[in-house]
């Protein structure tokens, strides 16, 4: 009888898997550092860390049909003559026409459009058809003035002052020469078919104090009746919410490290910036101690995906938030359709993040003409309404099963109940009980909600600390 000695198996690194190690190879054989679109992909404290409390004895629950849940939300109405009125709290992120197919941008102006939001522009200008088909349009003012146009910041009905972003705080952007078609080099004022990089920084101010100035340019030139707001990185999100408060924003955008991109190194990407998550408590806390919170309004982008991820940023603060790689998903990118043409690229729907080689064959990402004729404008707008209103939904729902919360953005006049204690519900109650958020009581409103932060989420899940632990 044979004795077979025990046999362990090869066991691989975690340190070294296969993806490190083929990157090792890509590197040594090519010399280039790798470039792609979309933002990280490594695991990040994120919404799905947090969970809500549903009312029980303690609060009542919002009664679906006789009670609403209102979802509008104002923003800039710090400084601005004419703020803009939106019918939900999720908003379109920049995105470019050069880095997107103008009939990407045409869907996103619809579909904001139809779901009562506002859409952005992004890095290179305004199109006709992006404005024409936005009811509310902000006009991105980015570091480097590829398609700034004066009239363009009076025909917006915002202008969003670029200081960073969330997939590459402290970077520039990037358009690869084989989007450089006639039309996105005539509107940026570069030669056709040439590699085009963004400055990292604003030319014309080296520090907060510039900013301020700037913020005065732009107020003047569009006789003070824009908000303005101010988009930064994650990555110092209470000092850089202070200093854009200070330099007179309207609102402020925070992107975290989720956020995507059109283009830029994969190892920026990964390992530069902070996740969302991390960065919306130190942002409003910062708001908080200048007795700003509600009076300039703070905007959450990087990784929104359904309306679960609108109430927890909301709740943890935030008074809207803002999807751009989602909104791609729903107008029709990484489409399982297009499946035999992503194995041709070397990938596969769900992964393609090529996004700066213009082949994406669902027309979004590309200059190509004969690619972006795939994309159907007016049906993928409808797809993206769609998609903005089953958040919305979703966003109430929590809403409603966690009670009446109190208006993020209280309207005069509005009539009040107390606590859910039951105390001053009648005929007397009128005064309004000042009460200790971090015991975590709701105040109730007969008949109305508004689906807004009220930053007493700690009380429904697990304290966040500023690095995102939980």
Known sequence: MSYHNPYTPPRKSATFDDYTLAEIRRAAATGIYDIRGAGTKRKVPHFDDLLFLGASISRYPLEGYREKCDTTVVLGSRFA?????????????????????????????????????????????????????????VYQYLPSRYGMNPKDLRRADAIEVVVGQGAKPGGGGMLLGQKISDRVANMRNLPKGIDQRSACRHPDWTGPDDLEIKIMELREITDWEKPIYVKVGGARPYYDTALAVKAGADVVVLDGMQGGTAATQDVFIENVGMPTLACIRPAVQ?????????????????????????????????????????????????????????????????????????????????????????????????????????????????????????????????????????????????????????????????????????????????????????
Request: overall charge positive; glycine content about 14%.
């Open 286 to 470: 910062a708001l908080q101690d200048l007795g700003m919170h509600r009076k300039v309004q703070l905007i959450v982008s990087g990784g929104i995906r359904s309306g679960a991820d609108v109430a927890k940023a909301l709740a943890l603060g935030a008074d809207a938030v803002a999807i751009g790689t989602a909104a791609l998903v729903a107008i029709g990118d990484n489409d399982p359709r297009w499946e035999e043409e992503y194995q041709k690229l070397g990938t596969t729907a769900g992964a393609y993040d090529d996004w700066h080689e213009g082949k994406d064959p669902a027309g979004i990402t590309t200059q190509d003409p004969e690619l972006a004729k795939r994309l159907d404008p007016v049906a993928a707008g409808r797809r993206l309404a769609n998609y903005l209103k089953v958040m919305t939904l979703e966003a109430q729902t929590i809403a409603r099963a966690c009670g009446q919360e109190p208006s993020a953005q209280p309207r005069a006049g509005r009539p009040r109940r107390t606590d859910d204690r039951g105390v001053g519900h009648g005929a007397g109650a009128a005064r309004r009980h000042q009460l200790d958020p971090r015991q975590g009581r709701f105040l109730r409103t007969p008949g109305r909600t508004r689906l807004g932060g009220c930053g007493r989420l700690h009380h429904q899940v697990s304290k966040i600390n500023i690095r995102g632990q939980t």
């Open 81 to 137: 003559k004419k703020p803009i009125t939106l019918k939900t709290p999720i908003t379109i992120a920049g995105m470019s026409f050069g880095a997107l197919s103008g009939n990407a941008k045409e869907a996103l102006g619809r579909g904001a459009t139809i779901a009562g939001t506002s859409t952005t522009t992004g890095d290179g200008g305004m199109t006709d058809e992006e404005r024409g088909h936005s009811q509310t349009l």
